[in-house]
Every structure is written in C-alpha cells, then in structure tokens.
Antibody
Framework: QVQLVESGGGVVQPGRSLRLSCAAS????????MHWVRQAPGKGLEWVAL????????YYADSVKGRFTISRDNSENMLYLQMNSLRVEDTAVYYC?????????????WGRGTLVTVSS | DIVMTQSPDSLAVSLGERATINCKSS????????????FAWYQQKPGQPPKLLIY???TRQSGVPERFSGSGSGTDFTLTISSLQAEDVAVYYC?????????FGPGTKVDIK
C-alpha cells in the first residue's frame, strides 16, 4: 500500500526542539523529492520545506529558515523535519507529501499529519 | 513570492448544480520552456489531509471524478464542479509550484445550499 505516515508530534514549550518523521512505503522512496506542509488550527496550508530526491538540494520557507532542517534517509525510506527554537506560531498539523513533476512539484500523496503544539 | 488569491471565500450550491472557484496568481506560472502551467487544485475534507484533484492546471488526477475540471493559464485559473454532489463538501485550495516558496491560495469552502 502506497502511503506516508508521520510521527513525532506533541506538546512542547517555546524554544524547545522536536523532530518529526515520515515513513514512506509502497513505492520507490528514493526517486521523489519530498515536502513538509503545515496547517495551523482552522487555517490554510503553508509550505514549510522541500528536499530533492537524493537530498542534495533543500529549500525552506522564510518563516522556518535557520530553525528547521529537512533531511531524508533513502536506505530507510524516511523523511525528517528537525524543528529547533520552536515558537507558538509553529503550532500546526504537519504533513509530509510526495513531490511529483519537475521543478518544485505538485503533491500527489499526503500523510495524515502529526500535530505539533507549542505552548508554555 | 507568488501570492495566490481565491474567490469566493465560500459558496453554497444546490445538489446537482455547478460550482465555480477562481484563483489568481500574482505572476504568471506558465513556464515558457515547456508551455505548462505549474498550477494545481486540492480538496480537503474535515479531519483529512488534502487530496490532489488537478495538476498542470487542467489534468485530472487518476481516480478523480470527471465532474471536476480545471481551466485557465498564466495568472487566472478556474476549478469547476459540474454537478455538485454531497461528498464534494470541502475546502478547495489552489497552489503554484512554479517557484519557491511553493504557495497556496487561502481556500474556498464549498457547501450545499
């Protein structure tokens, strides 16, 4: 079954760190770039980060640049998002999504998301 | 950054009637080298992740009902649901993937009248 499953969310205090994981299965993970997209409660979709299929190129939204790091382990079919210096405004459901197509891609496969709550 | 705007913010349509959602990008997402619009539409139902409906502005994703269609080019795009069904109640987002940051529209909520 082709799927993405996120994990690692939870409640964390401002300024602390959290690492999210995304497990891919049912397809050749190493052939596609991957994105993280987040959605604050009751709000719209916000792109967070992108990593190329081989991990060689990464892009970040300005709102997370310097605080978040996207990475992947193609041998384990895993995608990660290391989130440091968390802020209240980072509270959201975080989705991993598969990149399809050239350039920055559209998202044809999404996980169900993991909720990150940043609160004191 | 390319800013995506959608109209209307919400709409209510009778079952079986047509629903039309518009999206405008602040700059063209038509890539001259391949003549394709780097533009997609997604549907999100409550408590679920987004689902890809349309990519390349008008290509329907596999498994998406034919009542969903996309049109437009450059900066102006439209999603049409030709005959609204109860299961189409959702929020619809447009997205450009022409450049980073990848950006989404604010969403349009579709409901039954």
């Amino acid at each position: 079954q082709v799927q993405l499953v996120e994990s690692g969310g939870g409640v964390v205090q401002p300024g602390r760190s959290l690492r999210l994981s995304c497990a891919a299965s049912g397809y050749s993970f190493s052939t596609n770039g991957m994105h993280w997209v987040r959605q604050a409660p009751g709000k719209g979709l916000e792109w967070v980060a992108l990593i190329w299929y081989d991990g060689s190129i990464k892009y970040y939204a300005d709102s997370v640049k310097g605080r978040f790091t996207i990475s992947r382990d193609n041998s384990e079919n895993m995608l990660y998002l290391q989130m440091n210096s968390l802020r209240v405004e980072d509270t959201a459901v975080y989705y991993c999504a598969r990149l399809m197509g050239p350039k920055y891609g559209y998202f044809d496969l999404w996980g169900r998301g993991t909720l990150v709550t940043v609160s004191s | 950054d390319i800013v995506m705007t959608q109209s209307p913010d919400s709409l209510a349509v009778s079952l079986g009637e047509r629903a039309t959602i518009n999206c405008k990008s602040s700059q063209s997402v038509l890539y001259s080298s391949d003549n394709r619009n780097y533009f997609a539409w997604y549907q999100q139902k409550p408590g679920q992740p987004p689902k890809l409906l349309i990519y390349w502005a008008s290509t329907r994703q596999s498994g998406v009902p034919e009542r969903f269609s996309g049109s437009g080019s450059g900066t102006d795009f439209t999603l049409t649901i030709s005959s609204l069904q109860a299961e189409d109640v959702a929020v619809y987002y447009c997205q450009q993937y022409y450049t980073t940051p990848v950006t989404f529209g604010p969403g349009t909520k579709v409901d039954i009248k």
